[in-house]
């Protein structure tokens, strides 16, 4: 996880509920999640788009 370990992760989680409030945490992970879907679901159509397509070759290759 990005070479992260549990402490670190905690220390990160302490900062952001103090920077942020408790209360806009949920929000703010909301949003990620939601951010981070939508960029999965586009690098999977991308993925799916270019495997889909056919390889042509050069004609001057031969």
């Keep these: 996880m990005f070479g992260l370990g549990w402490p670190e992760v905690g220390i990160i989680a ?3 509920v103090l920077i942020f409030g408790p209360k806009k945490i949920p929000e703010l992970g909301s949003a990620l ?4 879907r939508g960029f999965k679901e586009e690098m999977d ?7 889909d397509a056919e ?6 290759s031969h």
């Design 55 to 60: 390889y042509v070759e050069d004609p001057e």
């Design 45 to 51: 159509a991308e993925t799916a788009d270019f495997e």
């Design 33 to 36: 999640g939601k951010t981070l």
């Design 14 to 16: 302490i900062v952001a």
